[in-house]
């Protein structure tokens, strides 16, 4: 079992940079692909990015591709979501989610997922 808290998110211009976190909890969080999507209103949910368990695969979503980095810290059991050059279409809640296999994140499968953060960016 793994509880997912996402933080970090909040208002920003467009341009600005903001840094998500989510902190898991349980024991076997380095077993964990992590990945985070997000969901506007009234839209449907859309990958963003995704890590595999060990750190060394990451993937994106055409969107965000070159302004948004992944990672993750297996020894804190963190993973964060560096977002970089934000536009106001970036504005969406965020979530975390886990799963054992990396590719399921990125069609949106998952095991585990957070409450959420909301970021929003104005322009």
């Known amino acids: 079992q793994v509880q997912l808290v996402e933080s970090g998110g909040g208002l920003v211009q467009a341009g600005d940079s903001l840094k998500l976190s989510c902190a898991a909890s349980?024991?076997?969080?380095?077993?964990?692909?992590m990945g985070w999507f997000r969901q506007a209103p009234g839209k449907e949910r859309v990958f963003v990015a995704a890590i595999n368990f060990s750190g060394g695969s990451t993937y994106y979503g055409d969107s965000v591709k070159g302004r948004f980095a992944i990672s993750r810290d297996n020894a804190k059991k963190t993973v964060s979501l560096q977002m970089n050059s934000l536009k106001p279409e970036d504005t969406a809640v965020y979530y975390c989610?886990?799963?054992?296999?990396?590719?399921?994140?990125?069609?949106?499968?998952?095991?585990?997922w957070g409450q959420g953060t909301q970021v929003t960016v104005s322009s």
């Open positions: 349980g024991r076997t969080f380095s077993t964990y692909a």
């Open positions: 989610a886990a799963d054992k296999v990396v590719a399921r994140l990125r069609r949106l499968e998952y095991d585990f």
